[in-house]
């Protein structure tokens, strides 16, 4: 059984900054991409940013300069740094991979629980 599990959201004022943590935990054989979505009130799930195995990097526009995704192989975990945050930036912040859990098996996408980023004065 594999696990995602998100932690580092809360309430920042706008101009702050947060880094979110995901860890991917279970019997897995490999991942291939990482990946950090948010979903605010009434709204759809959005792409932030997502991060391939060999590091290619991929963002919204509307985080490009503020937000940085990385990760650690080793440790099957991604990160989200995100400095100057906007009250828009407000939402749930889910983390995905894409990941087998066997040489033969097809990837699959896993999601975890999200956590909630609120910007605010």
């Known amino acids: 059984q594999v696990q995602l599990g998100e932690s580092g959201g809360g309430l920042v004022q706008p101009g702050g900054s947060l880094r979110l943590s995901c860890a991917a935990s279970g019997s897995i054989f490999s991942i291939n991409t990482m990946g950090w979505y948010r979903q605010a009130p009434g709204k759809q799930r959005e792409l932030v940013a997502t991060?391939?195995?060999?590091?290619?990097?991929n963002y919204a526009d509307s985080v490009k300069g503020r937000f940085t995704i990385s990760r650690d192989n080793a440790k099957n975990m991604v990160y989200l740094q995100m400095n100057s945050l906007k009250p828009e930036d407000t939402a749930v912040y889910y983390c995905n991979a894409d990941l087998k859990l066997g040489r033969w098996y097809p990837n699959y996408d896993y999601w975890g629980q999200g956590t909630q980023v609120t910007v605010s004065s």
């Open positions: 991060i391939t195995s060999g590091g290619s990097t």
